[in-house]
């Protein structure tokens, strides 16, 4: 009898600390994996293409990340781009571009022009994760997305490990604000503007890194408040990295250039997409906020939450507190706890240094680990119940 109190009482202090988290909307991860089609496109013409959409749903905010290519074994270890490798087609197709809208070059070459090694969700509940890894001559890239519970906007982070010298890095964006108008046959006055300027389509604008906190893209002849288009979209950038850049605004695309300090390692960005809500709006809400998100960039950890917070030596040290205070009835429970930590510390090793497989590896068995612990706490208050 005293052991099934025992045990009761440990149900339900696991119920209370679940009880006791405090409530947010969680983040839903949607992801079909990869969908193969036979190509139509231009020079690739019977070609297998492969689609893949993860979507973000959080409330009435969802955003998708789309990875696309023409992966028929004519092309070896590269990928056929037709468009771009990375789209964002939710909560719209316009604005940053569902059939591709951010890439890195890295010594002019184009990483998404290289198969990619893998794609996974990393997380879901408080936040949605998604990560893309190319493993290319030049470099080791891992391309990370991030929404998390109650924002309205999704992070990036690109990051690299050299192979090579890097002499030269950037990255392109595109994007076709509200309204495809070229496609409709429609015309439209495309602007981009930033905290200290405003300059419309047929015309550059030069990036300040120091200054543009953010840049939007809208049209104002497709506006919300007008009842045209889907509504205009924006971004911003950690700018200790960036020396400087330039938006080519076209009347139907917008083209965007960051260069990159060549020894950096890494880019930190945020996209918005302010769906269905008027141009005025979106502007006043980036002048209020988006300096912001702009600084809380650099605190951001994309790694996984639990990844993030996991610590060896404290692992380790609370193993073997349990395994003491359950006695007898922990032995069982001794060769798998030596074993699983030891392989939990050296994967954690690894993946401090940027091993994304380490890494990928140390989340799934993290979850057994937990139930590890959960085990032996049971086991410890069964002892000590035995022991009065």
């Given at each position: 009898?005293t052991?099934?109190?025992?045990?009761?009482?440990?149900?339900?202090l696991?119920?209370l600390r679940?009880?006791g988290a405090?409530a947010?909307?969680?983040?839903t991860?949607s992801d079909?994996?990869p969908?193969?089609r036979t190509?139509?496109?231009?020079?690739?013409?019977?070609?297998r293409?492969?689609?893949?959409?993860?979507?973000f749903?959080?409330?009435d905010v969802r955003?998708?990340?789309?990875?696309?290519?023409c992966v028929?074994?004519?092309?070896?270890d590269r990928?056929?781009?037709?468009?771009?490798?990375?789209?964002?087609?939710a909560?719209?197709?316009e604005?940053?571009?569902?059939?591709?809208?951010?890439?890195l070059k890295?010594?002019?070459?184009?990483v998404g022009?290289?198969?990619l090694?893998?794609?996974?969700?990393?997380?879901?509940?408080?936040?949605?994760g998604v990560?893309l890894?190319?493993d290319t001559?030049?470099?080791v890239v891992?391309m990370?997305f991030?929404?998390?519970?109650?924002?309205?906007h999704?992070?990036a982070?690109v990051?690299?490990?050299?192979?090579?010298?890097?002499?030269?890095?950037?990255?392109?964006?595109?994007?076709?604000?509200?309204?495809?108008?070229?496609?409709?046959?429609?015309?439209?006055?495309r602007?981009?503007?930033t905290?200290?300027?405003?300059e419309?389509?047929?015309?550059s604008l030069?990036?300040?890194?120091?200054?543009?906190?953010?840049?939007?893209?809208?049209?104002?002849?497709?506006?919300?408040?007008?009842?045209?288009?889907?509504?205009?979209?924006?971004?911003?950038f950690?700018?200790?990295?960036v020396t400087?850049?330039?938006v080519?605004?076209?009347?139907?695309?917008i083209?965007?250039?960051?260069r990159?300090?060549?020894?950096t390692?890494?880019?930190?960005?945020?996209?918005?997409?302010f769906?269905?809500?008027?141009?005025?709006?979106?502007?006043a809400?980036?002048k209020?906020?988006?300096p912001?998100v702009?600084?809380?960039?650099?605190?951001v950890?994309f790694r996984p939450?639990p990844?993030?917070s996991?610590?060896s030596?404290?692992?380790?040290a609370?193993?073997?507190?349990?395994?003491?205070?359950a006695g007898e009835?922990?032995?069982?429970?001794r060769?798998q706890?030596?074993?699983l930590?030891?392989r939990?510390?050296?994967?954690k090793v690894r993946?401090?240094a940027?091993?994304?497989?380490a890494?990928t590896?140390?989340?799934?068995?993290?979850?057994?680990?937990e139930?590890l612990?959960w085990?032996l706490?049971i086991?410890?208050?069964?002892?000590d119940?035995?022991a009065?």
């Open positions: 009898m052991r099934l109190v025992l045990l009761g009482a440990a149900v339900g696991a119920l679940c009880a405090e947010k909307t969680p983040v991860v079909k994996g969908q193969y190509s139509q496109y231009a020079d690739h013409v019977g070609h293409y492969e689609d893949r959409t993860v979507t749903q959080c409330g955003y998708g990340i789309h990875y696309r290519g028929d074994e004519s092309h070896k990928v056929g781009v037709v468009e771009g490798s990375v789209g964002m087609p909560p719209s197709s604005n940053w571009y569902g059939g591709g809208f951010l890439r890295l010594n002019g070459a184009d022009s290289y198969r090694a893998a794609m996974q969700v990393t997380e879901q509940g408080e936040r949605g990560e890894v190319w001559a030049e470099a891992r990370r991030l929404l998390e519970s109650g924002a309205n999704v992070k982070e990051s690299w490990i050299p192979k090579a010298e890097i002499k030269d890095a950037a990255i392109e964006l595109s994007c076709y604000p509200s309204f495809f108008t070229s496609w409709h046959k429609r015309v439209g006055d602007h981009v503007a905290p200290r300027v405003d419309r389509q047929g015309k030069d990036v300040l890194p120091d200054k543009d906190a953010y840049l939007f893209y809208y049209d104002t002849i497709f506006d919300v408040a007008k009842g045209e288009g889907v509504g205009p979209c924006a971004m911003t950690l700018p200790e990295v400087g850049g330039r080519s605004i076209g009347d139907y695309g083209s965007t250039s960051l990159l300090k060549p020894d390692r890494r880019i930190r960005m945020a996209f918005w997409e769906y269905k809500r008027p141009n005025a709006e979106a502007a809400y980036l209020d906020h988006a912001a702009q600084k809380g960039l650099a605190a950890d939450a990844v993030a996991f610590d030596s404290k692992c380790k609370e193993v073997a507190r349990l395994l003491q205070a009835d922990g032995k069982p429970y060769k706890a030596e074993q930590t030891a939990l510390e050296a994967l993946a401090d940027g091993d994304w497989q890494e590896e140390l989340a799934k068995r993290l979850p057994e680990l139930r612990l085990d706490r086991q410890a208050l069964l002892s119940g035995d009065k």
